[in-house]
């Protein structure tokens, strides 16, 4: 091992247009965390072809690779979560607002004709390998795909070398091994967060067509223009963070009953919450 007490190693990057970050207290665990979330994107971005074929199938059960089923998976279970908050079959309502060639995997080549689907998670069936979607529900995986591949990036490359890493996709940023005696530093909402352990994500009404309301397909009213989460792990800080917006007016009191014994530090007018559990 080499390592410096209080220093780090650090390489950024930016990856179809969002910024990459992977950081470690050990300089040979760098080269080691980079290699390990470029495999996983170029994963991740195979996967858009999986989902079309899903698509496409029109409720037939289509086979796909680990990474994809893992990341459906992940995306099921924080809809369940967020009481359907955070639904990944919003993905029809978001194509027809603002079709983007966008970072994470979405079915289809643009917004589909006539009026927008309900927004249904349940209607998504996934069995061991097999993905099911109905015809009408291109699946998109923003919410919560870039989050688990940033924790799973992080904890693999800490078992192995033992060092502190960090690793950050866009605002989904997990962290795993021994952190700097300070933290690592996290910049967000005008503030520097110091991670010690789990993750963050911040969920915005504005950023890349923001978080929409399952309900209704449109942006949600909400008291906050975006949140911030700290929590045990980073997809569970997206899931809180894009489920308190996605909650609309109700969203504060959701996330208040989720947050045990967090704290919350909003900024005046249309607020920025911080939360850390």
């Known amino acids: 091992m080499d390592r410096e007490p209080g220093h780090t190693w650090e390489s950024r990057w930016t990856h179809r247009g969002r910024p990459v970050r992977v950081a470690a207290t050990d300089r040979h665990a760098l080269p080691a965390a980079r ?11 195979r996967g858009e072809a999986a989902l079309g ?8 059960p289509v086979p796909v690779g680990p990474l994809l089923r893992d990341l459906v998976g992940v995306a099921l279970d924080a809809a369940e979560a967020s ?25 289809g080549g643009g917004a589909p004709a006539g009026p927008p689907p309900v927004a249904n998670w349940r209607a998504v069936t996934l069995a061991g390998d097999l993905l099911a979607l109905p015809p009408t529900l291109p699946l998109g995986l923003a919410a919560t795909a870039t989050a688990q591949l940033a924790r799973r990036s992080a904890h693999r490359v800490a078992a192995r070398t033992g060092a502190g890493v960090l690793v950050g996709v866009g605002n989904r940023v997990a962290v795993a091994g021994p952190a700097p005696a300070d933290g690592w530093p996290v910049a967000t909402g005008g503030r520097i967060v110091a991670l010690t352990g789990g ?23 909400s008291p906050w223009a975006s949140v911030t989460v700290v929590a045990p792990d980073a997809v569970r800080a ?38 850390v559990r």
């Open 83 to 107: 009481d359907g908050a955070v639904d990944p079959t919003v993905e029809a309502a978001r194509l027809r607002r603002r079709p983007s060639p966008g970072l994470v995997p979405a079915c």
């Open 35 to 45: 290699r390990e979330l470029t495999l996983l994107l170029a994963g991740l971005r």
């Open 199 to 221: 993750g963050l994500a911040t969920a915005d009404v504005r950023v890349d067509g923001g978080v929409l309301d399952p309900r209704t397909g449109a942006p949600p009213v």
């Open 53 to 60: 074929r899903a698509l496409r199938a029109a409720g037939r």
């Open 238 to 275: 997206a899931t809180l963070a894009v489920g308190a917006l996605a909650h609309g007016p109700h969203g504060p009191d959701w996330l208040a009953e989720r947050i045990g014994d967090g704290a919350a530090y909003p900024t005046p007018g249309r607020a920025t919450a911080v939360l």
